[in-house]
T-cell receptor, first 113, second 114 residues
Framework: DTGVSQDPRHKITKRGQNVTFRCDPISEHNRLYWYRQTLGQGPEFLTYFQNEAQLEKSRLLSDRFSAERPKGSFSTLEIQRTEQGDSAMYLC???????????FGPGTRLLVL | DQQVKQNSPSLSVQEGRISILNCDYTNSMFDYFLWYKKYPAEGPTFLISISSIKDKNEDGRFTVFLNKSAKHLSLHIVPSQPGDSAVYFCAASYTTSGTYKYIFGTGTRLKVLA
């Protein structure tokens, strides 16, 4: 299967701990997006990479959040000093430069206790 | 400011009948629209899309209609099947400064009754 993959699928952590999520996009896709989704809401944009360059970050992305895409392939999203309000589904999506359809991974569900 | 709105949080339809899911948008810069289906604990799955230069796109049981003047799009599912029961998200996209932006609605939960 060559779809978008995310790891882990589930993460439970205690408040104040750091967590890191990984996303592997579809191999030929140069654009990668991170979203956060909470209950009753649609995906909310967090940040966007074109190749290895992080081109935009949402105001939702506080300074506790950082994302990287070091070689223009996989990406990581780190949350430092987690808070209960960070509990959500974190989604990754990718698309190529020649189309506008985004394809999503299965998501990482984070629960902060 | 909710630029993409799905005003019906839920919809129930009898199996075999038509399901119509609606979406309204406010930003005239949107030029590409997508529908996604989402099951619990999974990521959204792409269903169908439409460019702003078209007013209709069809793929099997799924048809998307776009009314640019009304800033409205709809997804028709005919005939509806129990496996279509899921949350459906409408998304709109535009390009600014070389960045592709996607805005999602809040979703409509469809229940298809057997």
């Amino acid at each position: 299967d060559t779809g978008v993959s995310q790891d882990p699928r589930h993460k439970i952590t205690k408040r104040g701990q750091n967590v890191t999520f990984r996303c592997d996009p579809i191999s030929e896709h140069n654009r990668l997006y991170w979203y956060r989704q909470t209950l009753g809401q649609g995906p909310e944009f967090l940040t966007y990479f074109q190749n290895e360059a992080q081109l935009e970050k949402s105001r939702l992305l506080s300074d506790r959040f950082s994302a990287e895409r070091p070689k223009g392939s996989f990406s990581t999203l780190e949350i430092q000093r987690t808070e209960q309000g960070d509990s959500a589904m974190y989604l990754c999506a990718s698309t190529s430069g020649t189309q506008e359809t985004q394809y999503f991974g299965p998501g990482t569900r984070l629960l902060v206790l | 400011d909710q630029q993409v709105k799905q005003n019906s949080p839920s919809l129930s339809v009898q199996e075999g009948r038509i399901s119509i899911l609606n979406c309204d948008y406010t930003n005239s810069m949107f030029d590409y629209f997508l529908w996604y289906k989402k099951y619990p604990a999974e990521g959204p799955t792409f269903l169908i899309s439409i460019s702003s230069i078209k007013d209709k796109n069809e793929d099997g049981r799924f048809t998307v209609f776009l009314n640019k003047s009304a800033k409205h799009l709809s997804l028709h599912i005919v005939p509806s099947q129990p496996g279509d029961s899921a949350v459906y998200f409408c998304a709109a996209s535009y390009t600014t400064s070389g960045t592709y932006k996607y805005i999602f609605g809040t979703g409509t939960r469809l229940k298809v009754l057997a």
